[in-house]
């Protein structure tokens, strides 16, 4: 998530798992099911309305959530912790924090209008590459 | 009491013949799930208190991760249930009615729509596939380090350069593999969709992320579709393949007029 500096982030499942494909596991990981039930499914005009279109922005707030450093710890996302590529882990947390507050900012102030470059928050660091 | 109630809905399926809601599940709001029947059509339903579910509730707990992803896992779950007994056609997270005739009118007025949508996902169910690099694996290899007489500040700034072109050519590199892998799981469905690679943060994974499908697959062919992942894993062994489903048709279901609109199918990402 923070690796736009520096471009070789560590990989955890790539290479190193024993077995090349994987059975998902049950229960279905959370990004899954929310990239379904959030993103998929029928859309129906119900007679109240919830602004679900802006998954951009839905997803950057919970990746601000996550992202701040207890927090993530507390979800066991603590990789930074033990990789010495990444000096100051909680320093990169908190820029990506600063990072999509602006993003969520802008997005507040002009909703829907930046669908087109939509996936340079989600898939930042394949962006940041190209 | 009553009127501090909403209607939220999970799915849409077939009228089951006993007209017996699928039993034992409970939903976003801990709620029994029924039944909304309507033109031969059967919404499966919760009553959900509008103190929690209304507009502005929702609106702060969407921004609440732990309460999101309670409810979403509720969601689906409900949906996962009713699928056991028959094909359904998820509804997107948060649709909401007042009331059930409310719901009964939407039922009858879209029927054409679900009849058709059920006909085309019957018999077939979702698998998605992601593949994951770790972009080391595709470097070039390295080319001889430059010693000549640059600056330290050249020499580094065509260290960067190098660098970058490094990460180009291996994020090609990983793509081609990731489009022929898809190609070939392809083969076996009867449409595929794009996901947008999903957030490193969220689903906490490193490297790159460069498949995130899914694909509806007949029935008959489940098992040749999970035993080809595992196939293709072998033959890619810097590629990492994760499958997950059978789920439910969520991304097949959405009306397929809409073309202006970049169909999901033909995006690689």
Known sequence: ???????????????????????GAEPSSLADILERVLD??????????????????????????????????????????????????????LEENERLRRRVGELEDGRGAHREDDHGTQGAEREDER | MNGSLATWLYAVTAAPEDGAPPRGLTGVADEPVRLVESAGLAAVVGSVPLEDFGEDALRGHLEDLEWLERTA????RVINGAARHGQVIPLRFATLYHDDDRVRAMLQERR???????????????????????????LPDPDEPTDGEESPGTAYLMRR??????????????????????AALAALAVATAAHPPQDTALAAYEGWMVLNNSYLVPDALGEEFTALVTGLGERYPAITLEVSGPWPPYSFTAPPKRAEDAQPEETPS
């Not at chain 2, 006909?119 to 694996?137: H, L, N, Q």
Request: glycine residues 6%; charged residues 30%; proline residues 5%.
């Open chain 1, 1 to 23: 998530m923070n690796q736009s500096s520096d471009w070789n982030p560590p990989v955890r499942r790539a290479g190193a798992a024993p077995e090349p494909a994987r059975r």
């Open chain 1, 40 to 93: 998929k499914g029928i859309v129906i005009a119900g007679d109240i309305q919830i602004n679900l279109l802006d998954i951009e922005l839905l997803t950057i707030k919970i990746r601000l959530l996550v992202a701040s450093v207890d927090r993530a710890k507390e979800m066991g996302i603590d990789w930074w912790e033990h990789d010495p590529s990444l000096s100051s882990g909680a320093r990169d947390v």
């Open chain 2, 73 to 76: 896992r509720a969601h689906h």
């Open chain 2, 112 to 138: 054409d729509d679900f009849t058709a949508t059920l006909r085309r996902v019957a018999g077939r169910t979702e698998w998605g596939v992601k593949a994951y690099v770790d972009p080391r694996s595709f």
């Open chain 2, 161 to 182: 350069r190098a660098q970058r072109q490094d990460q180009e050519t291996a994020h090609l590199r990983a793509t081609e593999r990731a489009e022929e892998i898809h």
